[in-house]
């Protein structure tokens, strides 16, 4: 007799567990529903399961490149324009010079924006930033003194020599643009000394070439572009950066 009433207790107490555990099967399932079809519609009678967190990773920022000027002056559109040669990577891999022809200065950079060298210059004689059209097929004789400019943009440089044999960077070759070392052969135009001197305004001298010291030549310049050609972003000095070249974005306005 006890042992009937064991039994059936046993299997009211089993009975409740198995119902007990029911609810839970049922809101399981419903769940899994829910999850595999996202777009059906509860009714009025079901909670909406709770929402499920997704870790996901924070965006990261890309970070503005610029380029390193060490402890050089320079002049605002100088690092405007260096600083987007970097961070739009527009020197394409390859040594780059900006030339500052209000503060007549030359920086020689590295592909990455690491500055090699920097040195005074001077520059065409007369202010603005087109050349004369088919200047470079004419006799320097010829050239009146407002032709005499030094174009600003952007040109693809390289290496080579002038009718002399003398080793130079053409920047414009068909406009026979050329940066090369100072010129000392005419005393009474002291080239050598208007790189010496502090001011920029007396720098303006040349038929629309760039002169620069010798030692810079020999140590920057040459080694900075010897098997390589390199980009020559000349600065303008008569319109704005943005309308000399095309592409350019002020970098530090991008944050």
């Known amino acids: ?134 200047i470079g097929n004419r006799k320097m004789s010829s050239m009146r003194p407002e032709e005499r400019t030094t174009p600003a943009g952007r040109f693809v440089a390289s290496l080579g020599h002038n009718f002399n044999g003398e080793d130079l960077l053409w920047v414009d070759y068909d406009g026979a643009v050329s940066l090369h070392r100072v010129v000392t052969n005419r005393p009474k135009e002291r080239r050598l000394q208007r790189l010496s001197t502090p001011t920029p305004l007396d720098n303006r001298i040349s038929f629309g070439c760039i002169n620069v010291p010798v030692k810079f030549y020999n140590n920057v310049v040459n080694p900075a572009f010897t098997g390589t050609n390199g980009i020559v972003y000349v600065l303008p000095e008569t319109r704005p950066v943005n309308e000399t070249f095309s592409s350019f974005y002020d970098v530090e306005g991008t944050r």
């Open 1 to 134: 007799m006890l042992s009937l009433v064991a039994i059936i207790t046993e299997g009211l107490c089993l009975g409740l567990l198995a119902v007990s555990f029911m609810p839970h099967k049922v809101a399981a399932a419903g769940n899994a529903v829910q999850l595999s079809n996202p777009s059906r519609s509860l009714s009025a009678y079901e909670v909406p399961a709770a929402p499920i967190a997704i870790e996901t990773q924070p965006e990261v920022m890309s970070q503005l490149k610029r380029a390193n000027f060490e402890r050089e002056h320079k002049s605002q559109d100088a690092r405007r324009v260096a600083d987007w040669v970097i961070d739009s990577g527009d020197n394409h891999g390859l040594p780059f010079v900006i030339i500052d022809k209000v503060d007549a200065k030359v920086f020689v950079f590295y592909a990455d924006g690491r500055l090699r060298g920097a040195a005074p210059a001077l520059l065409g004689l007369a202010r603005g930033d087109d050349s004369t059209p088919g």
